[in-house]
């Protein structure tokens, strides 16, 4: 039986679907295509319910290492980045024909964990995968291991999953994985450990039944599931855990293969409000006329046309105060254009901020989703 809160988390507008190079990617480096094939046809039959959805995969070391002949148990950094940039193409091919059969476009998308936090590049990202989502693209998004600058790490798209699905206000991420989810101990090694279905909150016992345990072509292991549980879940996002090694790993899960649940602690409107709230320093202020002054009020983004100083040296991603004709701070937001390019399209309307700037930027100078009324909830 499929519990109600499975269901639920589900059925959604947006999901995001994390897949493990041990899910992917035999142990002798061959992509498994089978497997692949039945995914795209889960992912396409909810994709014809309407939902959006984002892939985040892993892989693309483990295919790349078998195809340079980089077979030793331990390469250096250098080389799990040749590696990845040759498994990429590959894994990327690979998403691209299977869901591709179902109609489906799909999207390459790299990042690194960097690009998920705030600022300029954060809104670049996200601006570019909502509009991918809003064309009907699936991205598939892995960890741009070229540029990394430090040792990449196993698990790192476990966590990368997780800021990719705050950062788009997913209601659910999927985590599949080659256990069905937590177990009180290791479920291999003790025949007591019984497996939990609900998750709450991640307290200090959760994460010492977690361990260290990790599979053979490279999961995170459970330690880097409850780190991408807890950024979610604080983030508004439900994670849902579970097996993903047999066929239609989707399919099982709507039709009640257990998995384990843990519980979003917000929604993701009002975690996004709060990391405005309380990450970012105010940088600069622009100050509104009445008629913008009045829109914000009912949730309207904010527009070049409405404002009538700029004040501050901020860059494009920065935290700026919307300020009233009166003086007072009306709102908190992110702002899209640097503090010249605002003084530039101060005033202006819409169609005209091309003529100004010399490049078609957004429309809103703060859009309504990274805007904090103050004085209300
Ligand atoms: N980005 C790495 C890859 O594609 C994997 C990182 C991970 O497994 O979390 O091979």
């Known amino acids: 039986m499929v519990r109600e809160e499975v269901r639920r988390a589900l059925d959604v507008r947006r999901l995001v679907v994390k897949i493990g190079s041990a899910l992917l990617v035999e142990p002798d480096g061959r992509i498994r295509r089978r497997w692949l094939e039945a995914l795209a046809e889960d992912l396409a039959e909810l994709h ?39 498994g990429q193409i590959r894994l990327a091919h690979a998403y691209d024909d299977s869901l591709g059969r179902h109609g489906l476009a799909t999207a390459q998308v790299l990042l690194t964990l960097a690009d998920t936090e705030a600022r300029r590049r954060y809104l670049n990202a996200r601006a570019t995968m909502e509009t991918l989502l809003r064309l009907g693209v699936v991205p598939v998004v892995n960890e741009n291991d070229t540029v990394a600058t430090s040792e990449i790490r196993f698990g790192d798209n476990d966590r990368l999953s997780a800021r990719v699905a705050v950062m788009l206000g997913a209601e659910t991420l ?8 937590l177990y009180t101990g290791d ?24 361990g260290g345990s990790a599979s053979e072509v490279g999961t995170g292991g459970m330690r880097s599931k409850l780190e991408a549980a ?49 990450r970012l320093e105010v940088r600069g202020r622009l100050v509104v006329d009445e008629g913008a002054a009045a829109a914000l009020q009912r949730g309207s983004s904010l527009l070049p046309a409405g404002v009538v100083a700029v004040e501050g040296a901020f860059e494009k991603g920065d935290a700026v105060a919307v300020v009233g004709p009166d003086g007072r701070v009306l709102a908190k937001g992110i702002v899209a254009y640097d503090a010249e390019d605002a003084r530039r399209i ?26 904090v009324l103050l004085g209300r909830g």
Do not use: N, Y
């Not at 790349?64 to 250098?78: C, F, V, Y």
């Not at 899960?253 to 409000?273: E, V």
């Open 230 to 278: 807890e950024i979610a879940t604080g983030g508004g996002t439900t994670v849902l855990l579970a097996r993903g090694t047999g066929l239609h790993p989707l399919r099982a899960l709507r039709t009640g293969a257990p998995c384990t649940r843990f519980a979003a602690r917000t929604t993701p409107k009002r975690a996004r409000k709060q990391w405005i709230l309380a």
């Open 187 to 210: 479920p291999l090694r003790d025949p007591e450990a019984r497996h939990i279905p609900e998750v709450a909150s991640i307290t200090p016992e959760i994460r010492a039944m977690a």
């Open 346 to 371: 101060q005033g202006c309307r819409s169609p005209e901020i091309e003529a100004r700037l010399g490049f078609r930027g957004r429309d809103e100078l703060v859009h309504r989703d990274d805007l």
């Open 174 to 181: 999927l985590l599949l994985s080659d256990v069905d989810g």
């Open 48 to 86: 014809r319910e309407g939902r959006k959805l984002v892939v985040v995969t892993s892989g693309a070391i483990a295919v790349g290492r078998r195809l340079l002949g980089l077979a030793r148990e331990r390469l250096r950094l250098e080389e799990k980045q040749a590696a990845a940039a040759v």
